[in-house]
């Protein structure tokens, strides 16, 4: 783990640099679309306390300046398939946020959604010889954490303490200068799909940016979409993408869990398009502009010229009832419902406190969602737009873009990974201290 | 055969011809539209673009590069002296062309109070001949020349309407004559040369003064000459003695020295002796009131011989020494006489 050690660290270096020069870009690279934001990062003292702006949720000390939407091209399943294509998008996407913030960004930050997530819930204890929590006995409590065997090929994408026990006395979020004895920890570590990552940073670095991190996308949009009190109180965001639904399980602010289905809303355009005999701009129109989950009686009388520019006159003057649309659409959303209910299972959902889910993406917006989620996952359902941050512009506030507005507020605030605490002195090459010690002894 | 071509029962062998069926309206068949491909910028153009974001390289291209591509077009436009030539050329011939209209031209110069000398300096001082241009005659420059005329005080320049060079010039009046090591110059009454005179007699009705520096002292002298009215017969003139002070001189061979301070005091103290005890009459030499608690009067040599007989000591020669006892009598009276009328 030394060498994700360095490279993380590196990246975070990058990230410092990057607020030094006050402008970084956030890159979610969806399987449907590719959202770039600018992010300027201008002090904390942009607002007063007279002027009647709070801290909002540590979210005054940046702005967006600039924002790009393009469709994504080469990706599947929240991977990158072809990567010319991605490349491409890329650079279509950063060069129009560039030109609307009419800045030079040379940092950038990303998201990935697919690459097979996994979590791994991890604990670690030491005894304190101190009889006190010093500085280094964060990082050694960390390290001590045993490591399972990931498999080969993955790498790990967060590394967060989430808890921290001393002598029993469990749920401490900060145990430095505390008295005890034993100090154990709690760590998340979520790893995915070395190659896929790996192809990731290619692509950037081949638009000539530095990545100055990476998080993953099921995380950020829960950032964006969870407000305060239910990361506090245990809920479970959903964020039904094109490619894939992203499930993060979030309690005490932290998260403890997240994954990926490798369903999402294209499948549906594809049903609809199959079913139908449309062509996928046909199918794609009819679900955003036509789709549905819960079929009333009106829905029968409702008919729906299909179009097309097939050059078949019968072909392109049908209509089909919403009902038959909506006939079409639910078995799928229902079986990506099932694969995130069977998700939330594993994680141990059903224990938590408050069962809480929030449904974001761009899949949330199909109409009677939430009574379809309500009735397959739990009661407590609502759908979550993304906070609003400053100098977003309005047609970036849909869901569809919670986890690039996600990725913005953990850009403003990161969250503690391992690689954030200086790791422990018994960890340095061995090499080094060799020499200097052979140092002291020629010299003293 | 018969009945295999069910078509063609019961038909003569001509045939009927087919009806003319009209074809249905139909849409004209649209071509395939290609969707469109996903615009994307390629490597180069991404590059370039944000090469141009940068600060430096947009100003220099937005600034630096249009201001060169200027330069070196006029540059290379100008390299050629043929060229340049003609550039400066019609830039000239417009420049005379405007200067040269006749609402700028000068055509008559006229002057006010000056006298046929200084009339005369002024006209030989303009630059041009007229008529000319107005741009050509710089007024202030003309005005400082004609200011160095010492006979000139002031002097109003102006190119009135109508292409007129008016100058009004008000000439200086002469007030002392001056006689120096040089000759002899006409001061107006601050003490500023006028002209120079050849003799005394060209303006008689001046005083004089004399001595170095006493141009400086002008006002001081007049005042002196205007306090002097009833001794004003007797004045030959004023000395400036050492650049510091004045000698009023009279005729047989007075003078009263005057303090550096207070001069005018000093002299009205003498008149006033002069007119309660008739000094200036008696045989004076020198009235010294350098030294206001202490005048000091020398004797003339004819009142000095006087005392000198009375009291038995041998008399003075002109030169102030003692004569020899024996060539006393009749050379005393000779020289006395003829001191006097030196001295008137």
Known sequence: MKDLYQGQRAMRNMRRQAMQRGVIAVLDIGTSKIACLVLQFDGPSQFRETDGVGPMAGQSNFRVIGTATTRARGMRYGEIETMAETERAIRTVIQSAQKVAGVRVDHVIA??????????????????????????????????????????????????????ALDGRSGLS????????????????????????????????????????????????????????????????????????????????????????????????????????????????LKTLHGGLEAT??????MIELGGETGDWDTDRRSVSRADLIGIMRPRVEEILEKVGEILGAAGFDCMP??????????????????????????????????????????????????????????????????????????????????????????? | MQGLNPFHRGQGPGGRPAPVRPAPARPAPVAPRTPRKDPAPSRLAYRLNRMMLRPLVRRLVHVGLPAFLAALVAGI?????????????????????????????????????????VDKGLRAMLPVDLPASSFDIDLEKL?????????????????KPGGVLSAVVTERVPALLWRHARGIELLDKTGHRVASVTGREVRGDLPIVAGEGADRAAAEALALIDAAGPIL?????????????????????????????????????????????HML??????????????????????????????????????????????????????KAAKTARKSG
């Open chain 1, 111 to 164: 998201c990935i959604s697919g690459a097979r997530p996994a979590s791994y819930g991890l604990a670690g204890e030491i005894v304190l010889p101190a009889g006190k929590v010093g500085e280094g006995d964060v990082a050694r409590v960390l390290a001590a954490c045993e490591v399972p065997d990931f498999g080969r090929g993955r790498e790990v994408l967060h590394a967060q303490p989430v808890n921290f």
């Open chain 1, 174 to 285: 900060d145990p430095r200068d505390q008295s005890g004895s034993r100090l154990a920890c709690d760590m998340h570590v979520l790893t995915i799909d070395g190659d896929a990552a790996s192809n990731l940073v290619h692509c950037i670095r081949r638009c000539d940016m530095e990545l100055a991190g990476v998080a993953s996308a099921s995380y950020a949009s829960g950032l964006a979409a969870l407000v305060e009190d239910e990361q506090e109180l245990g809920a479970a965001c959903i964020d039904l993408g094109g490619g894939t639904t992203g499930v993060s399980v979030f309690i005490k602010k932290h998260m403890i869990f997240a994954d990926a289905v490798r369903f999402g809303g294209e499948l549906i355009t594809q049903d609809i398009a199959k079913g139908l005999r449309v062509s996928h701009a046909v199918a794609e129109r």
């Open chain 1, 297 to 302: 009686g009106r829905d029968d009388r409702e």
């Open chain 1, 354 to 444: 408050s069962r809480q889910i929030v449904l974001t993406g761009g899949g949330s917006q199909i109409p009677g969602l939430d009574a379809l989620a309500a009735r397959m996952l739990g009661q407590n359902v609502r759908i979550g737009r993304p906070l609003r941050i400053q100098g977003l512009p309005h047609n970036a506030t849909a869901p569809g873009f919670s986890s690039a507005i996600g990725l913005a507020l953990l850009t403003a605030h990161p969250q503690d990974e391992w690689w954030d605490f200086d790791m422990p002195a018994e960890h340095y090459p061995a090499r080094s201290l060799r020499r200097a010690y052979r140092w002291f002894r020629n010299n003293w």
């Open chain 2, 77 to 117: 436009w100008l390299s050629d002296d043929t060229r340049r030539a003609n550039l400066t050329g019609g830039i000239d011939a417009i420049v005379d062309r405007i200067q040269h209209r006749d609402e700028f031209m000068v055509r008559m110069m006229t002057i006010e109070g000056a006298s046929p000398a």
């Open chain 2, 143 to 159: 005005r400082e020349r004609v200011l160095k005329l010492d006979a000139v005080e002031a002097v109003d320049l102006r190119i």
């Open chain 2, 233 to 277: 017969p007797r004045l030959r003139g004023l000395e400036r003695m050492g650049e510091r002070r004045w000698d009023v001189v009279l005729d047989r061979g007075q003078r009263i020295k005057l303090p550096e301070d207070k001069a005018l005091q000093a002299l009205e103290r003498a008149i006033a002796l002069d007119r309660a005890l």
């Open chain 2, 281 to 334: 009459d008696r045989d004076l030499s020198v009235v010294d009131l350098r030294q206001e608690a202490r005048p000091v009067v020398r004797l003339g040599l004819e009142a000095q011989n006087a005392i000198r007989r009375a009291r038995g000591q041998p008399e003075l020669g002109a030169d102030g020494l003692p004569l020899p006892p024996d060539a006393a009598a009749g050379a005393t009276a000779g």
